[in-house]
């Protein structure tokens, strides 16, 4: 099994899953998937101030709820902090490594020196080759990594190919601090080695650290992964992506209604694509992904789209799914816990069997909670204006008519049917095109101007709830 694909996901616990860490991740489940292999994740939580157990926990739900969860416990990397300073130690031994006791106040002076020549602040080598008995005293070093000085660092990666780098910018970088910690850097290569990680799929500011990261399984003699550099993810106009673009946590795309399937689909197309296949199901970008297909300039990412995609989902899913995930979204809303807190078997009961015509109209689950509010609005029902100006003298006449009419279909024969069976012979004796007398019947029934089809609703609310609302909008 030494060919089986292992892939990763490492957050930092210092914020939430952001939907850039939630495509990076979709990526690597993808092509672990793909392959046959297997999906890992690892917490890079060794920043200790600023990482949390909410964070965590935040960043395992939205994995959870994504459907991306990694095979096997996730790994912490802090927990192994006594394994990445034993190969630093080991790299020392090898002639690989050596201790640095260059103070802060001489780092600072190399920085300068560097930025007034033009060049890139780098560290100059001076502990590379120099005795450490010349060490001053009651100082604690640092360990840091020899990297050769000439010559290039290639990297052959899936996604953006070969890029070279040039040895003499890649300075002695730090594996131990002087406190005895590791940095990332290092922590990272033994993480992914100890792991058997075999192909390191992650965003491309971290192509640098692949060629810095290279030298260290070189110089421990273990096999360098298999570099794949997804582009970042920019907002529809072209600019880094930011919070106005729609650079929210995972959690905030739940709360605005969105279903992780739809969302696993759009992120799947950031930056990826399958022909001109727009929508497909997740079996089908596993049978189809393959991490080389990855374009290497930015994607865009587009709300709208997102919006369009998700109502074709919300169409397309059973009506039972539907409401399993409407129901696993309420909690995530002030007006969804509301909800919540009065949905008994009646009113469930209500919002099922007006959910066919709810969700033809909504693109989120957000707008579907508000298509619904009008089931269990409290009465007299709040009106928006243009609802309100339907019920003028005329539409008032048609509602005093109409409700008489409806008064005398039973409880028993209540359905979109007989209602409709109704209206259409009030409207014709009264030589009104239907809409004249819907209109108004559903302002009044729903307080907007746009619902579900008016029978439907009428079937919904039943036959006591129409009547009692008809009431409240007539005189007397």
Not at 30 to 35: C, F, I, N
Not at 173 to 190: E, H, K, Q
Not at 309 to 326: I, V
Not at 393 to 418: F, H, I, K, P, Q
Request: proline fraction near 4%; glycine fraction near 8%; charged fraction near 25%.
């Amino acid at each position: 099994m030494a060919d089986t694909v292992v892939t990763r996901f490492a957050p930092s616990p210092t914020g939430y899953l952001h939907i850039g860490g939630a495509r990076t991740a979709l990526f690597n489940w993808l092509y672990a998937r793909h392959t046959g292999g297997r999906m890992l994740l690892r917490i890079e939580d060794t920043d200790r101030e600023r990482s949390t157990d909410a964070a965590i926990d935040a960043i395992l739900d939205g994995l959870r709820w994504l459907g991306l969860e990694g095979e096997g416990e996730p790994l912490f990397q802090f927990a192994r902090m006594t394994r990445h300073a034993e190969i630093a130690h080991e790299l020392l031994a090898r002639g690989k490594a050596y201790r640095c006791w260059a103070s802060p106040a001489e780092l600072d002076e190399m920085r300068e020196t560097a930025m007034k020549e033009g060049r890139p602040p780098r560290y100059d080598g001076r502990w590379r080759d120099r005795d450490p008995a010349e060490a001053p005293a009651g100082v604690q070093p640092v360990i840091r990594l020899k990297m050769p000085s000439e010559g290039e660092t290639v990297i052959d990666d899936c996604v953006q190919g070969r890029v070279v780098f040039r040895n003499d910018v890649l300075d002695d970088f730090i594996l131990l601090r002087s406190d005895g910690t590791p940095t990332y850097m290092l922590a990272v290569v033994v993480d992914d080695h100890d792991m058997g990680v075999t192909h390191v799929i992650r965003g491309d500011d971290h192509l640098t650290n692949a060629a810095r990261q290279t030298h260290i399984y070189r110089s421990m003699e273990w096999t360098v992964p298999v570099w794949a550099h997804i582009p970042l993810i920019h907002g529809a106009d072209g600019a880094k992506l930011s919070k106005r673009h729609g650079a929210l946590g995972v959690d905030a795309y739940r709360s605005l209604g969105y279903l992780p399937e739809a969302l696993r689909n759009y992120l799947a197309r950031l930056g990826w694509s399958h022909g001109d296949d727009e929508i497909f199901t997740t079996e089908q970008a596993v049978e189809w992904f393959d991490i080389h297909d990855v374009n290497k300039g930015a994607a865009r990412f587009d709300f709208a789209k997102l919006e369009n995609l998700n109502g074709h989902y919300m169409r397309a899913t059973s009506d039972e799914a539907l409401w399993k995930a409407f129901v696993d979204f309420l909690p995530h809303t002030d007006a969804g816990r509301a909800l919540l807190a009065k949905l008994d078997a009646t009113l469930e009961a209500k919002i099922r069997a007006a959910l066919p015509g709810l969700k033809e109209r909504a693109k989120t689950l957000v707008e579907l909670l508000d298509g619904a509010a009008f089931i269990h609005a409290v009465r007299p029902l709040a009106m928006e204006e243009k609802a309100a100006a339907l019920l003028d003298e005329a539409g008032l006449a048609v509602l005093a008519a109409l409700a008489s009419r409806l008064a005398t279909v039973s409880e028993a024969d209540w359905s979109a049917a007989s209602t409709e069976a109704v209206v259409r012979a009030h409207a014709e004796e009264a030589g009104l095109k239907l809409g004249k007398a819907a209109q108004p019947l559903r302002a009044a029934l729903t307080g907007r101007t746009t619902s579900p089809g008016i029978f439907d609703v009428l079937a919904v609310l039943g036959r006591d709830e129409t009547l009692a609302r008809l009431a409240d909008r007539l005189p007397g």
